[in-house]
């Protein structure tokens, strides 16, 4: 089985090996700040899911450069090509001002080809998505959602705070502004069966989105998730049954959607479950191979 990965998808649109750097713009969340509760999602870190973001306190400059050097080893020098991702939190829930400040610079380095920009289907007023609009007529612009589950019992016990049709719209006026759109989907999700994920997958597909990031439910310290899973109340996925699940999974979406991701990463430091995605090789290396022979 064959599928478009975000590696050929960069080689096809830029013409050479794109790296992203992660940007921490010191955002926060409606999940966080009381606007619908104080304690995040279920399952999210005490970094917003940027845990490999660079450091906020530096600026989005500063970070770009901070990226590249860590980057330096694995391109020739002077080559890299590379895309700001605003990472951490919800990146668009801020003024208006502060935003057209942040993505203005990361767009404007000459070693940036293109903004992707992670955030929530609800942290989208009309004012944001024609800033997107006017930037991206500068260089691409992803806006990447956090789904996650398209069953209302899921998304409530992970404490996502918005229903379906918020994700709904979100896409349609997106893609109205010629903004590419990349969907966060979590395969693992306590109570959930392998239907319910895949229904998940297939709604995805049918979404008019441009891609798609198959996401490895991961128990990390801090959480309340970890509390969930040390009480016992719920048991990650083996390393068989999710290959045999990404499989399965690129099976039922279109040809044409990029895959951005097919498992993710957890901080090792943090990681309590499932242990075995901790050899991220050795997952990647097997996954392409239950894929190839799919």
């Not at 935003?99 to 009309?126: E, N, Q, W």
Request: aromatic content about 8%.
């Amino acid at each position: 089985m064959d599928y478009y990965s975000l590696n050929q998808y960069l080689k096809d649109t830029f013409g050479t090996k794109v790296y992203k750097i992660a940007i921490d713009g010191g955002f926060t969340c409606p999940n966080r700040d009381g606007t619908l509760d104080t304690r995040g999602c279920i399952f999210c870190s005490g970094h917003g899911s940027g845990d490999f973001a660079e450091d906020a306190s530096l600026s989005v400059t500063e970070q770009i450069e901070r990226g590249k050097l860590r980057l330096s080893k694995k391109m020739p020098e002077g080559k890299g090509k590379y895309i700001a991702y605003f990472q951490a939190y919800t990146n668009t829930y801020a003024p208006i001002c502060r935003l057209k400040s942040l993505f203005t610079k990361a767009i404007s380095h000459p070693d940036i080809v293109g903004l992707s920009i992670a955030t929530r289907p609800d942290c989208l007023p009309d004012d944001v998505i024609s800033l997107l609009q006017e930037l991206n007529t500068q260089k691409p612009v992803w806006v990447e959602l956090g789904l996650q589950t398209i069953h209302k019992r899921s998304a409530d016990y992970i404490r996502r705070g918005y229903i379906l049709p918020v994700y709904d719209d979100a896409v349609i006026r997106l893609k109205e502004a010629g903004l590419t759109v990349i969907t966060h989907v979590i395969l693992g999700l306590p109570g959930e069966t392998k239907e319910e994920m895949k229904e998940t997958v297939a709604y995805v597909g049918n979404s008019s989105v441009d891609g798609i990031k198959l996401q490895l439910l991961h128990v990390l310290k801090g959480t309340d998730l970890a509390e969930e899973y040390l009480a016992g109340r719920f048991e990650t996925i083996s390393f068989e049954d999710y290959c045999q699940l990404i499989c399965e999974c690129l099976s039922i979406l279109p040809e044409t959607m990029v895959i951005h991701r097919m498992t993710g990463d957890g901080n090792k430091r943090d990681l309590i479950a499932p242990e075995w995605s901790k050899n991220k090789k050795r997952v990647l290396n097997t996954l392409l191979k239950k894929i190839k022979e799919y």
